[in-house]
């Protein structure tokens, strides 16, 4: 029994040095931790002078003990109402005065109890531990604690409401509080009120620890420590101490040798240990407050970007109005039949601004287009349409574009006698169509063919992707060359497949490409529809693009740096346009190029109309759930009219 009683003081002493010591390193400047480095002092000296009192074989000395236990128990408590009156915030702010005359009282009660004998009598051994008579003046020293205790209750209790973003560190204190009223009662007064014996009294002074890792706890925390590294920290000193104890109960030299060099291991490792758990936490406290910083930065981000697309918006808007008008009169202008231009000069700077002013509605146009992407106000009014009738009319509008550039265009549909319709007789040209063809085909397993080409979507808007790609693929060749159109039906399986693979490879790029396979549009415009897709693609014998361009060219804004030449201006709005348009159809579009100088190949998939139920049934779900969707895919009526 004695040796469990003189572990446990020795490891509550030790436990609450080592708090004492760890919350004083903490911050030794900070006028909380001092105090509660000296309140853990106390505590500690109380357990150990406890300890004393049942010690046979100091009773010559128990009156001495008993007075020192009560100075001990004064001055913890003095030490106790100083950390309340700071902890955690310095509150009440008591006069000068009143804490001079509470220091002074205290210290005659403290004179008193060491020397003289009103407070205490006598003290000598019973059978269950010390005892003692109590003197004339006992009442000072009950009255002292009472009302030191009654001070610490009522500030702590004050500060509990008052300072409502520090109610977490006050909890722990009246944890601490908590466990040893419990304790203190039940070893105390219940066990020996049932026993009648006071040998267990003591386990009440030992739960003191409780009230000293909490608080110490409660400190730490503050100065982000962590649980974790408190526990090791304690638990490594322990240890070493017990070493270092056993190297003096050694029996031999020899033992205290070999038990020193163990210890010096486990010390070594112990520091090792203890290093490498606050540097792991240190370093996760460090990176969680990144993350939060950066979460923060990021919804900031979010803001900026709402606020500039509403920007956008407005500012494209205001400005469409006169650039359309400075388009409108300058086209009259060079019509001879509406104006009169003589000189030529003059014709060529018109045109020449004319075709400025055609850029500038161009880019505006653009910049409206995404703002009205990105803020749902894309209006899509879907229905049945022949996609090879579209490419037809896609083609005429932008062959005279093409013909500038000597580039001409080629429209194949997957039969070759519609191939052979579209060309001219060209023999090396057909050649080489076929030539194109038949790599297509080994690449795409034709099961599902046939001849018309009917999806279900906005005419207008498939058109434009169709066109920027054909611009594309014109403004992007410097040779005289082919563009072949070619529309095809494929399976949904290939798609997918195909759209993984690019997806498989993007996911190992930086996360900034990663944009890429994010849609640009509603998340539920990701779903294939459909067995079969309709897929176009537009390839040319232009620039073609590097490899590792080829996500990225999807991206707002982006633009081949090395490939852009003077007369090639554009903005890089282009593909990232088209792109929502196609994912509006639950479509892909990606693309493919061998690389620089050897031609590219943009390709789009778009649902065949016999899913067209599939597809409508899918859009009435998501309508249903609309007030969770990305605000692109808010029904159609309530989307603003281009
Ligand atoms: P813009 O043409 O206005 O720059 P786009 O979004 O249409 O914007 O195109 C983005 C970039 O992709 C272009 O700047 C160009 O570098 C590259 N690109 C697009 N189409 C082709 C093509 N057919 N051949 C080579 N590069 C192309």
New binding site residues.
């Given amino acids: 029994m004695d040796l469990v009683f003189i572990s446990l003081t020795g490891i509550v002493t030790l436990l609450t040095i080592i708090f004492g010591i760890r919350v004083l390193l903490a911050d030794k400047n900070s006028k909380i931790n001092r105090s509660f480095a000296i309140f853990a002092l106390f505590i500690s000296l109380w357990v150990l002078v406890d300890f004393s009192l049942y010690q046979i074989w100091l009773s010559n000395y128990q009156t001495f003990l008993n007075r020192l236990d009560l100075v001990i128990i004064s001055f913890m408590i003095l030490a106790m109402a100083y950390f309340s009156t700071l902890f955690p915030k310095y509150f009440p702010r008591i006069p000068r005065w009143i804490t001079i005359l509470a220091v002074f009282i205290s210290l005659i009660v403290i004179l008193l109890i060491l020397f003289s004998n009103k407070i205490i009598v006598s003290a000598w051994m019973e059978d269950y531990g010390s005892n003692f008579k109590q003197g004339s003046l006992f009442f000072l020293f009950a009255i002292l604690q009472v009302i030191s205790g009654l001070y610490c209750a009522i500030v702590l209790l004050l500060k509990y409401f008052r300072f409502k973003e520090d109610r977490d560190q006050i909890k722990y204190l009246f944890y601490g509080i908590g466990v040893l009223f419990v304790f203190n009662m039940l070893f105390n007064i219940f066990i020996p009120m049932f026993t009648h014996s006071f040998r267990y009294g003591r386990l009440g002074t030992y739960s003191s620890i409780f009230l000293v890792s909490f608080i110490a706890y409660a400190i730490l925390k503050t100065h982000l420590f962590n649980l974790r590294i408190i526990l090791t920290e304690s638990a490594v000193v322990i240890i070493d101490v017990i070493l270092a104890v056993q190297i003096f109960t050694s029996h031999s030299t020899m033992e205290a040798l070999l038990r020193a060099l163990f210890a010096v291991c486990v010390f070594y490792g112990s520091y090792i240990l203890v290093r490498s758990v606050r540097r792991e936490i240190q370093f996760r406290q460090e990176l969680q407050v990144m993350t939060e910083q950066l979460a923060h930065a990021n919804a900031h981000l979010k803001e900026l970007d709402a606020m500039k697309t509403e920007f956008v918006s407005l500012a494209s808007h205001e400005l469409l109005t006169p650039v359309s008008a400075i388009e409108g009169y300058l086209s009259m202008l060079l019509d001879e039949k509406m104006a009169k231009l003589e000189d030529p000069k003059a014709i060529k700077y018109m045109t020449n601004v004319y075709s400025s002013a055609k850029r500038l509605a161009r880019l505006i146009a653009d910049m409206l287009n995404i703002s009205r992407i990105e803020e749902g106000r894309l209006l899509v009014e879907k229905k049945e349409i022949d996609l090879s009738e579209l490419v037809k009319q896609a083609i005429d509008e932008i062959k005279f574009k093409a013909e500038e550039k000597k580039q001409r265009i080629v429209f194949a549909k997957s039969q070759i006698s519609n191939l052979k319709s579209q060309t001219n007789s060209n023999d090396q040209n057909q050649n080489e169509l076929n030539a194109q063809k038949s790599e297509t085909n080994s690449e795409i397993p034709r099961s599902v063919r046939d001849d018309d080409y009917v999806t279900y979507g906005d005419a207008d808007k498939i058109k434009e992707v169709i066109i920027?790609?054909i611009?594309?693929?014109i403004?992007?060749?410097k040779n005289p060359g082919t563009i072949v159109v070619r529309i095809e039906k494929v399976p949904t399986a290939w798609v997918k497949e195909k759209w993984q693979k690019i997806e498989d490879d993007i996911k190992k790029r930086p996360l900034d490409d990663q944009e890429a396979i994010h849609s640009a549009v509603d998340e539920h415009f990701r779903n294939f529809v459909g067995q079969t897709q309709l897929m176009i693609s537009?390839k040319?014998q232009?620039?073609?693009?590097p490899k590792e361009?080829l996500p990225r060219?999807?991206k707002k804004f982006?633009?081949?740096g090395d490939?852009?030449t003077a007369e090639?201006?554009?903005?890089?709005?282009?593909?990232?346009?088209?792109r929502a348009l196609v994912e509006l159809h639950h479509g892909r579009i990606w693309?493919d190029?061998e690389g620089e100088g050897k031609?590219?190949t943009?390709t789009f998939s778009l649902p065949d109309i016999a899913a067209k139920e599939e597809l409508l049934k899918m859009e009435a779900q998501a309508d249903i759930k609309k007030d969770q969707l990305k605000p692109l895919a808010r029904p159609v009526k309530e989307a603003e009219e281009i």
């Fill in positions: 920027n790609l611009g594309n693929s403004k992007y060749s537009v040319d232009g620039i073609g693009i361009e060219l999807f982006h633009r081949v490939y852009t090639s201006q554009g903005t890089g709005l282009g593909l990232y346009i088209s693309a190029s031609g590219s943009f």
